[in-house]
């Protein structure tokens, strides 16, 4: 069998398919997250989630217009903002940061939607560049008390969130949470729940403004529920590389 050989033209090719394909993902998702909001009327923010795919997809989403991107592992989110930091990329971290790799989140990152701690909110803060802006946090809840899972409980986020707020590198802009597979019905009831929380926060601190709860598979439901900013992967980029 004769090996194929790769030419620029073949390339180009390559690479305006793989464009085009996701220009049509990207728009169906963004379609879908107007159809779901406009019922409520509300401002949903859309969180590309790039993890495990290569920089060059990142940069052909955000020629389409897309400038937020969440990553879930420090040194391949880090090695990306490296990458691509000729763009004006809006770079959130979603995964669980250890202690020893706290300070290159502090220094890459402007999101951090993971805080279950006041150790880790305190790190960071102490971490985080002065010639960089406060680094915008979420406090990560667990809302559906599962011991496997990070996050505080319910009747934790006051206390945690009246410390973030004394930090001068850090500013608290909301909750974020990972329900456990449920039903429609035990779901709803979850982000319904989330919302009250967030409604309860935003009376104590006016800055709060982001509750990021809802992915792929419950989109809509996060949405009609009042999710303000929802983490969207597969059906952006596809199937995730092994």
């Known amino acids: 069998m004769a090996?194929?050989?790769?030419?620029?033209?073949?390339?180009?090719?390559t690479d305006l398919a793989s464009k085009n394909n996701l220009a049509q993902c990207l728009s169906r998702v963004k379609q879908q997250i107007d159809v779901a909001s406009a019922t409520i009327n509300a401002n949903v923010q859309l969180l590309a989630v790039s993890?495990?795919?290569?920089?060059?997809?990142?940069?052909?989403?955000?020629?389409?217009?897309?400038?937020?991107?969440?990553?879930?592992?420090?040194?391949?989110?880090?090695?990306?903002?490296?990458?691509?930091?000729h763009l004006d990329l809006d770079w959130h971290?979603?995964?669980p940061i250890q202690s020893n790799k706290s300070r290159l989140v502090a220094e890459h990152f402007?999101?951090?939607?993971?805080?279950?701690?006041?150790?880790?909110a305190r790190r960071l803060n102490e971490q985080r560049p002065s010639s960089l802006a406060p680094l915008k946090v979420l406090?990560?809840?667990?809302i559906s008390q599962q011991a496997s899972k990070s996050g505080v409980e319910l009747e934790e986020i006051t206390e945690l969130a009246t410390a973030i707020s004394g930090f001068k590198n850090l500013v608290l802009r909301g909750l974020m949470c990972i329900p456990a597979p449920?039903?429609?019905?035990?779901?709803?009831?979850?982000?319904?729940t989330?919302?009250?929380?967030?409604?309860?926060?935003?009376?104590?601190?006016?800055?709060?403004?982001?509750?990021?709860?809802?992915?792929?598979?419950?989109?809509?439901?996060?949405?009609?529920s009042g999710s303000t900013m929802?983490?969207?992967?597969?059906?952006?980029f596809g199937q995730r590389p092994e």
């Open 3 to 13: 090996n194929i050989v790769t030419t620029p033209e073949n390339k180009t090719m």
């Open 51 to 85: 993890k495990k795919h290569p920089a060059q997809k990142i940069q052909q989403v955000s020629e389409l217009g897309q400038r937020s991107f969440g990553e879930n592992y420090v040194q391949e989110g880090v090695e990306k903002v490296q990458q691509l930091r």
């Open 93 to 95: 971290f979603i995964g």
């Open 110 to 120: 402007s999101w951090v939607h993971t805080i279950d701690s006041l150790k880790l």
């Open 139 to 142: 406090i990560q809840v667990n």
């Open 182 to 192: 449920l039903d429609d019905c035990a779901l709803r009831q979850e982000f319904l």
């Open 194 to 224: 989330m919302r009250q929380q967030f409604d309860q926060l935003q009376k104590i601190f006016p800055q709060v403004d982001t509750l990021s709860m809802g992915m792929s598979g419950d989109l809509d439901l996060a949405i009609k």
């Open 230 to 236: 929802v983490r969207v992967g597969s059906a952006i």
